[in-house]
């Protein structure tokens, strides 16, 4: 019996993107596909183990006070679910031991790696190692950039994707590792999922095209699972050919680039036994 796609977007304290999201999931097919604020999974009025696909949208968690995702990540790491006797990370962890997919954006992706659930070396999905901090050009970037796909990495929403064209839109989106030894071993893994790159495909730190000054033009991380998925550009945001800058001047597919990334996590869904 083929496995039905529930997915949870999380939503609240400055998310911003979550119908989007809640719209690429539609479109690519999940059966479910429910908006939840954070205080329902706070007072247990909504449980991760009821959905296999959880959804972080970009936004302003926090007013981004403490730094981008910060105050989100702790409280993911210090708040107790109500009359349940367990911490929201608790419930977290065993949402991915249980084999759920994960895909954050933007603040998504910053509130992942801050949690530490990317790249989650050794599977230590609560210590960070990498960061995302302010773009060098020192202003909030607001443009589209292309990505080239890493085919050797074991990410599940990448699949069959070579070169995309996506929006960023954020200020703090460079990718800066703790240490050389952190960035060698993900490079090792394969677990850099994306990387900025110019229109014809080559990898690139030179801005714009590498909109944040991110280390080695690093757009996107994954687990070694493959299942954890964080990027700064928003796929959710080209889900129809209208959504592109330059649709009136250009012959463009209807269907926008940005949906493979959600198609991949529902054809996986499927496919997958857990």
């Not at 929403?157 to 060698?184: C, M, N, Q």
Request: negative net charge; aromatic residues 10%.
């Amino acid at each position: 019996m083929t496995r039905k796609v529930k997915a949870i977007v999380l939503t609240g304290n400055g998310t911003n993107c979550e119908m989007e999201m809640a719209h690429a999931c539609k479109l690519a097919g999940a059966e479910k596909f429910d908006i939840v604020h954070i205080s329902e999974l706070l007072f247990g009025e909504k449980r991760l183990s009821d959905y296999n696909f959880l959804n972080l949208p970009g936004g302003f968690l926090d007013g981004d006070d403490l730094g981008s995702a910060k105050a989100g990540a702790n409280r993911f790491l210090h708040a107790p679910i109500s009359g349940a006797n367990e911490m929201l990370i608790e419930e977290l962890l065993k949402f991915i031991n249980a084999g759920g997919l994960i895909l954050g954006v933007c603040n998504g992706f910053q509130l992942m790696v801050k949690l530490g659930l990317l790249p989650a070396l050794d599977n230590n999905f609560t210590k960070q190692s990498t960061t995302l901090t302010y773009n060098d050009s020192g202003r909030f970037e607001d443009r589209w950039v292309y990505l080239k796909a890493n085919a050797q990495s074991p990410c599940v929403f990448t699949e069959g994707i070579d070169v995309v064209y996506y929006p960023v839109r954020h200020g703090e989106g460079k990718f800066v590792p703790e240490s050389d030894a952190i960035l060698e071993e993900i490079e090792k893994k394969n677990l850099v999922a994306f990387q900025y790159c110019d229109a014809d495909g080559s990898i690139t730190m030179d801005y714009p095209a590498n909109p944040n000054g991110s280390t080695h033009a690093i757009a996107a991380l994954c687990s070694e699972t493959g299942r954890l998925f964080g990027l700064m550009p928003h796929p959710e945001a080209f889900l129809h050919c209208t959504n592109h800058p330059r649709w009136t001047r250009e012959n463009l597919p209807e269907e926008g680039q940005g949906l493979t990334i959600f198609q991949n996590a529902v054809k996986f869904i499927r496919g997958k036994k857990f």
